[in-house]
DNA sequence: CGAGTATTTGAAGATCATCAACTGTCGTGG
DNA sequence: CCACGACAGTTGATGATCTTCAAATACTCG
């Protein structure tokens, strides 16, 4: 009766698609803008990933010079204070962009929460692919600005939200996110990070979270809960 | 002896630079990557203007065209909830951009907090000047990135840090984008934003600020302070 | 099945919020 | 030039939310 965790979102093995003909994000990234010719170039160039579930893809401080498109599974981007604490600043689902920018000192740690899948463009290879489409870099501005309006969201959440109202903001958010299509449908959202990591997302300790979570379900804003994932009430109820 | 508010910092007026040749951000703008035959171009096309205290450049929800690299003066950025709580998302001090993407629907608000003054790029303009200089939109990718890292930044000092951490780490960044040099000698900085602003930016209540404040002078991390500025202590002290 | 980890639940405490009153500052006008 | 009114900011007392410390329970993996 519970979500189960055996559910068929949980366990897709990432698994290279066969071209980028099939590719799942295809429109979402930098490849929409691509002509054939540029396609079938990226294709022979670009390199595929898998990456286990705990790997880094890029670590606080150290240099990144790819951008990443994930195309299956997902990621935690986290920051860390000198004496250890760490928040965690964003989520990453397929059709999301990681390294934007090469740098020599990246910002963020980026660690795969499950076994997933990603393109990686090295910048040198990518400008090469800019100078003859422009609108790839219009398409990396527009990322960019994106992702920093998430960020916004984001600041508002903790600077202005109450436990409860993080909570539900987050469940959303990822509902959205990896749901997809919001046809209305009950659907099981799945959530591939731990409670910690949602604690460290939302600025609330792991109990509060836990509590906050249980007064959810009590109060009937979410439908069921399991470890790895949540049935949301549906707005209309 | 406490800071006035009649210091010299506190009152240039808004004052519109003979040319760009003189211009105060020059370096740190877009027109930086300007060659010689561009910039003429851009210094008779662009426009300039002056926005009051309290005018806005732009309006969360409605339509911007254009991008604004600030000159003089300083902005609060904002976003609402819909029941009236506001956060502040961020400040804008001489060298910044507002405005990076056109957008018809703004993500936030950004509101003078003295008489500024502003160059202005309408985007249809600006992709004319991009198309010959390539930079330009290099410069709008690195700009975002950057804009993006003092988002997450804000998120770990929400997230994370006490009252007392907040209102020193945003103290040390005032004083970082305002007095530019830190060449370490004991300077007075500005602050321009009224004590709510403070708040709303931190995530504080206006008295909890109000206290930390206090307690950080009694402490010793702040020398001297007035309602429009502060003199930190220095890191050797 | 059992060890180890993740998550939940309980009780007590701290930080920050709230409500309220007071003080200082700035601009205006007598 | 000083007095006054309005608003910005500070200070005080109390309370709520969230944290902390502790222990129990549930889950996963070998």
Redesign the interface.
Known sequence: MSASASSPVMCRAPQRPASCDLCVVREQSICADLGPRELVEVEKTMARRTVAKGRALMQEGEPNDSLYVLVQGSFRLL?H?EDG???I?GFIFPGDFVG??P?GES??TAEALEDSFVCCFPHKFLDAIA?RC?DV??R???R??T???K??????L????TAEERVESFLHLVAKSIGGDGDGAVTETPLPMPRQDIA????LRLETLSRTLAALKKRGAIRELSRRSVVLATPSD
């Open positions: 920051k204070l604490r760490r928040q600043t934007v920018r740098t910002a963020y100078d422009p870099k219009d990396l501005i527009a960019g600005q992702e920093y309006h960020a916004q969201d984001h600041i508002v903790l600077g202005k939200k460290d997302y939302l600025g």
